[in-house]
């Protein structure tokens, strides 16, 4: 199953799919499910792509 990961809209607490909690406000992974789909539809929650890694710095030791 599609994992993607999702935070709430602006100003909502979205349940997460098992009753357990909430979405984390700064998004979490979940698997694609209906209720997912659901939510993204009815735009309770934004899909969001995790920031690219930054490189490592190179010491200035040389």
Do not use: F, N
Not at 50 to 60: E, F, I, N, Q
């Amino acid at each position: 199953m599609q994992t993607i990961r999702i935070k709430p809209a602006d100003g909502l607490r979205v349940r997460l799919e098992d009753g357990s909690g909430y979405l984390a406000e700064d998004g979490q992974a979940v698997a694609l499910t209906g209720y997912w789909h659901r939510r993204l539809t009815d735009g309770d929650v934004i899909e969001v792509q995790d920031a690219p890694a930054k490189p490592a710095r190179k010491s200035a030791e040389g």
